[in-house]
């Protein structure tokens, strides 16, 4: 039922944007107007959130440590999993936003009889999910040229490079076939595994499956659909310059594309999507685990309270803790003896 909703959401959008594109004045709302708006939804929200993440205060250095930390000179430090400078962290991010290197260490695990929990890999989801992004990303890029003139040199050597094999005309780029690919083995994961399928929502499945509307349609307009690209090219160049012209030669195909596209952009800030920008600002990455070199100081904490250093905690509370059991590092003080007390009957002055 939550696919299907998600589902239902995607193909009421798809019918509303071709429907809405047939009535007088849809073509200018679906193709200049709505794209506006949605790509200053995206620039407002997106740089309101990562602004909000940037001044939220960290009140403990939680950095992941997934190897040895920095200790004594004959024990190895991993620089990379568990960096104490500031270069190791650089390297960390580096690995994390290109390589996805969390994602590469990962690993899943299951029951099998006995029953026995059993650990294994889980390359599966980092290869698939590497061929996403870079894929999705040479994709945007090749776009680039619908919406700059001239061209720049780059995009050239990007698209030969993205249809060197030549398959077909027009010529078969490696990178459709390579996100539609991975994106459907993202989304049969969701579905097929009763695990992923138990925790995850709609809101899980609804960003997966809009982009397969967009990847599906771009698809259909490049090798199926014959569309009008001058007039699209025309249009993508009016809407950076300001001077936006929706032709009648394009075809209903398009609006569905550009509308999912602005659905994109503007669920993009409000979504786990947001992941882009808050993979710089996660304390577990951009952190280094050097706690026992330089005193992390909660932001939280009210200027009048002074750092308590554990010698000053074990002072304040010495006696307490060695009633309690607790070692500590320096016993108390003996007490002084007490004065012998009175015989029965007599005062303490008689004494």
């Known amino acids: 039922m939550k696919v299907l909703q998600a589902l239902g959401i995607v193909l009421a959008l798809m019918l509303l944007a071709y429907v809405g594109a047939a009535v007088p004045g849809g073509r200018t709302l679906f193709g200049v107007v709505l794209p506006y708006l949605g790509f200053a939804v995206f620039i407002i929200f997106f740089i309101a959130k990562v602004m909000d993440w940037a001044r939220s205060p960290v009140p403990f250095r939680i950095p992941t440590t997934a190897g040895q930390a920095n200790s004594l000179p004959w024990i190895k430090q991993n620089k990379l999993d568990c ?27 299951e029951i099998h009889e006995g029953p026995k929990l059993a650990y294994g890999s889980s390359k599966f989801l980092w290869l698939f999910g590497l061929l996403f992004h870079y894929s999705f990303l040479t994709i945007v890029l090749r776009h680039l040229r619908l919406f700059t003139d001239p061209v720049p040199g780059f995009v050239h050597i990007l698209e030969f490079a993205d249809g060197f094999m030549q398959v077909g005309a027009p010529v078969l780029y490696q990178t459709d076939i390579v996100f539609l690919g991975a994106l459907t083995f993202l989304l049969l994961r969701r579905l097929l595994l009763p695990n ?22 771009g698809v259909l307009m490049r090798y199926v659909v014959r569309v009008d690209v001058i007039s699209i090219k025309m249009l993508a160049n009016g809407l950076v310059t300001g001077k936006p012209f929706v032709a009648d030669t394009i ?62 905690y074990e002072d304040e509370f010495r006696e307490f803790m060695v009633d309690a059991g607790l070692p500590v590092e320096k016993e108390p003080e003996p007490k002084p003896a007490e004065e012998e007390a009175p015989a029965e009957g007599e005062t303490k002055s008689e004494s």
């Open 251 to 312: 075809s209903g195909i398009f609006f569905i594309h550009m509308f999912l596209i602005t659905v994109l952009l503007t669920y993009f800030p409000f979504s786990k999507l947001m992941h882009m920008g808050g993979v710089f600002l996660s304390p577990t990455r951009n952190l280094a685990n050097n706690s026992r070199m330089v005193r992390h100081v909660n932001p939280w904490n009210d200027p009048s309270i002074k750092p308590h250093s554990y010698a000053g």
């Open 196 to 217: 992923i399928r138990y925790i995850s929502l709609p809101a899980d499945y609804f960003p997966l499956l809009l982009i397969l509307g967009i990847g599906i349609t």
């Open 83 to 109: 960096p104490s400078t500031t270069s190791g962290v650089i390297g960390r991010m580096l690995l994390e936003v290109f390589l996805f290197r969390s994602l590469f260490k990962n690993t899943r695990a």
